[in-house]
């Protein structure tokens, strides 16, 4: 059971962590919309995921920034403006919005287990 709740919260938390991530690249994007020659990033979150959680990312002592190298993208624009900036204002929002969202369920799930927990420890009938 423990290592169950454990696992679950590590696969939460490496979660929070890249959208925490993800949301400083679409932000820096939406800073320099007017930037010249400015290409727009993001994270490859699903692929990033995947990696964080390997066995092979827990034995590991790299950094976020070293693990999410090789899963950071230029964005796909329809198109690109006259000063080669490839930031899609309206694309970036929508992203920035719907990342924010899964930060806030990835953060609420967490706090809902850990307070499942702490209750669970608090209880008389706690084995």
Same mark, same amino acid.
């Given at each position: 059971m423990m290592n169950r709740l454990t696992d679950a919260m590590n696969f939460q938390a490496q979660a929070l962590t890249l959208r925490?991530?993800?949301?400083?690249?679409?932000? !820096?994007?939406?800073?320099?919309?007017? +930037?010249?020659?400015?290409? !727009?990033?993001?994270?490859?979150?699903? #692929?990033?995921?995947?990696?964080? +959680? !390997?066995?092979a990312a827990e034995t590991s002592n790299q950094t976020l920034t070293q693990r999410t190298q090789g899963v950071l993208q230029n964005s796909l624009t329809a198109m690109t403006s006259m000063d080669s900036n490839t930031v899609d204002m309206d694309r970036e929002r929508a992203s920035f919005a719907d990342n924010t969202v899964k930060y806030e369920a990835s953060l609420r799930f967490i706090n809902g287990s850990v307070r499942t927990l702490m209750? *669970?420890? #608090?209880?008389?009938? *706690?084995a």
């Open positions: 925490a991530e993800r949301q400083r690249l679409l932000a !820096s994007n939406i800073a320099n919309a007017d +930037t010249p020659g400015y290409q !727009s990033r993001d994270l490859d979150f699903a #692929k990033a995921l995947r990696e964080a +959680t !390997s066995p209750d *669970a420890m #608090k209880s008389p009938n *706690a």
